[in-house]
Every structure is written in C-alpha cells, then in structure tokens.
C-alpha cells in the first residue's frame, strides 16, 4: 500500500515571489527520507501510510508558521501493491509517449 500526495502550499499577502517560503515546505519533504518530486505548481511525494503522509503535510504546514495565512491543496491516490509509484507512472506516460510517436 502507498499514498501519492500531490500538495501545494501558498503563503498569501506575502508579495508576488513566495518561493523562499515555498522552499521551507520542499526542505521538509526533502528531509523525510520519503521519495519526492517537486513540480512547478506543487510537490509530490510518496508515503507508506495515511498517517506518515499526514505528519509529512503537518510539518510543511509548522514550518510556514509565521504567515498569517496559508492556502494548501492536498490530492492523494491510495493504492494496494508496491511502493514507487512517483518514478513508475512518470515513466509509463513517458512510454505511451514514444509509442504514439513513433511513426513507420
């Protein structure tokens, strides 16, 4: 079993450029020691239980803890079977792509 988590956290009121805050959220992820990408809209990450998931989004959340208001967006996948699903489905996609290009 493993959870995908797509998020994106969104310091508001703090000027047009928040990535130095945007960047707090990403070093939690990064520390996690879960596997992660992160994306020009919101980071992905994967974690093997709900809850690990839910303490990883908790910690993003503590560390922009000095911005009066944050939007976040949270969508998660839950799926029975193996783990290392961020690089699978990248890759999947990325091979339909090849054989729809391909041309005879």
Known sequence: ???????????????ESVS??????VRVVSRSG???QLGP???TFEAPTLASAFRVLAACDRA???????ST?????????PSGRIASK???VRRRLMLTTRRP
């Open 41 to 43: 809209m919101g980071t």
């Open 34 to 36: 879960l596997p992660w």
């Open 64 to 70: 922009l803890k000095g911005c009066r208001r944050v």
């Open 73 to 81: 967006l949270i969508k998660m996948d839950r799926r029975a079977g």
């Open 20 to 25: 130095p805050l945007v960047a707090r959220a």
């Open 1 to 15: 079993m493993s959870y995908l988590v797509f998020f994106s956290m969104t310091p508001l009121g703090r000027g």
């Open 90 to 92: 990248v890759a999947t």
